[in-house]
Every structure is written in structure tokens, then in C-alpha cells.
């Protein structure tokens, strides 16, 4: 039973995740919940290997597609099996919040150095971000938004990358989600491992994790993925 791990190594090692043969996320007994036995969500029904790229994680809701990410980043351990992970993990949670008052552009000058911080404002011009508008008056999408240009962003000091990233396109329209796709693209050395919910019609991937019946399991894609065809098979 293992945890997944975050290791940094050399920059031009490529980042990679690893979920082994039999691996089973779920959740372990909690006293603090009254929860006296383990909680098994999904089981892998073979060995996944992730590289660089965009891989999508799909699964109706409640069927272990956060917990999935959490035992990836070391968050959660795995009831059995193994996760590993090379590069530097970001999870970006769809809970990620800050101080009402706090704007984005201050939330910027208080991570990044000035050449980072002049990537963010960059980023948040093309994805349409009003920087200087309080955290509490953002609407979902922006907030959404301003979770994306901060993982970028940090993504952007170099070495291999791990970024997951939970329902990261929730309350954005479709034109942002396209741009957000090209800044994907832009950084294509990195792995990301995106949790959607199931109203995307097509989506382009390298691959796909599928949670369903229990079962996590995993396929390569040509180009893009067809939502619709997909949908029948998640139970």
C-alpha cells in the first residue's frame, strides 16, 4: 500500500504518473466521521501509464474522480496498490478560494516575482480576467480562471510539471475554454490530468481515464473525444 509520492528531478526529465495493476482508491476508516470501514471507490483493471500531455478523467458524480486526483497528489494513500508520480504536482481544487477583498492582481504581486507576475497579467488578458476586481465580485468563471493563470503560471518555472486539475472549466464559456486549450497546448511538456463534467460534446486528449462500475480504466485517443459516445458506458 502505497501513497502517490512527488519527486523533483532533473528539468529534462519528463514528468510521468503511474497507476498500478490493482490499485484501489476510496477512503479509509475515520473516527471523526463515524466511518468504521473503508470506503473502496474505484479499482484500476490494469497498469496506467501517464506522460506528458492532456489526459481527460471522466465519471459521473460520486464515482471517485477527485479522490482519484487527491491520491495522485499525495493528498489521500491508496486503500491498495501503488501510485507514483515524477514532477512537481500541482492540484488545483475546484475549492480553491481567497480573501473577499483580495483582488487577482494583488493575489499575483504576493506569489510571483516580476517576470512571473507579468505572465499572469498576460494570461489574464487573453482569458478575459478583470485583475483588479475584488475576489468576493468574481463570478464562478473568473474564479475559475484565476485557479488556471496561477497553475500555469507556477507551471511556467521550468522542470517537469504534474497538474491536476479538478472541473477547471466550470462556469466558463466556450470561448475562454478554447483559449484556455491553447495555453494547454502552449505548454505541451507538461502533464495534465483534467477532471471534467460530462457536458463537453468533443474534447481533444491524448487519452482518457473512465471511472464506471467501480472499474478505473484507460485509453489512448487519436485527437478528440466524443462525449456522446462515451456516456453510455459510465454507470
Known amino acids: 500500500m502505497n501513497k502517490a509520492t512527488e519527486n523533483q528531478p532533473r528539468a529534462e526529465a519528463r514528468p510521468r504518473v503511474t497507476v498500478g495493476t490493482g490499485t484501489e482508491i476510496g477512503y479509509r476508516p475515520s473516527w471523526s466521521s463515524f466511518r468504521r470501514?473503508?470506503?473502496?471507490?474505484?479499482?484500476?483493471?490494469?497498469?496506467?501509464?501517464?506522460?506528458?500531455?492532456?489526459?481527460?478523467?471522466?465519471?459521473?458524480?460520486?464515482?471517485?474522480?477527485?479522490?482519484?486526483?487527491?491520491?495522485?497528489?499525495?493528498?489521500?494513500?491508496?486503500?491498495?496498490?501503488?501510485?507514483?508520480?515524477?514532477?512537481?504536482?500541482?492540484?488545483?481544487?475546484?475549492?480553491?478560494?481567497?480573501?473577499?477583498?483580495?483582488?487577482?492582481?494583488?493575489?499575483?504581486?504576493?506569489?510571483?516575482?516580476?517576470?512571473?507576475?507579468?505572465?499572469?497579467?498576460e494570461m489574464s488578458e487573453r482569458l478575459e480576467l478583470p485583475v483588479k476586481t475584488p475576489y468576493g465580485k468574481l463570478s464562478k468563471g473568473n474564479r475559475q480562471k484565476l485557479s488556471v493563470i496561477l497553475a500555469e503560471t507556477r507551471a511556467s518555472e521550468g522542470g517537469p510539471q504534474v497538474l491536476l486539475m479538478d472541473e477547471p472549466f466550470s462556469g466558463i464559456d466556450f470561448h475562454v475554454r478554447e483559449e484556455i486549450g491553447r495555453i494547454w497546448r502552449e505548454g505541451h511538456q507538461h502533464l495534465r490530468i483534467i477532471c471534467v463534467h460530462p457536458d463537453e460534446q468533443t474534447l481533444e486528449a491524448d487519452s482518457v481515464m473512465v471511472i464506471s462500475e467501480g472499474a478505473l480504466s484507460w485509453k489512448p485517443v487519436d485527437t478528440y473525444i466524443d462525449w456522446n459516445g462515451l456516456k453510455p458506458t459510465l454507470h
Open 37 to 121: 470501514k473503508s470506503v473502496s471507490l474505484a479499482t484500476a483493471d490494469k497498469e496506467i501509464e501517464l506522460r506528458e500531455g492532456f489526459h481527460l478523467l471522466l465519471a459521473r458524480n460520486g464515482r471517485g474522480k477527485t479522490t482519484l486526483l487527491k491520491t495522485i497528489a499525495g493528498c489521500l494513500s491508496s486503500l491498495s496498490g501503488n501510485v507514483t508520480v515524477r514532477g512537481r504536482v500541482q492540484y488545483v481544487s475546484e475549492d480553491l478560494k481567497f480573501d473577499c477583498e483580495v483582488t487577482p492582481a494583488l493575489v499575483f504581486r504576493s506569489l510571483f516575482n516580476p517576470r512571473l507576475r507579468k505572465l499572469a497579467n
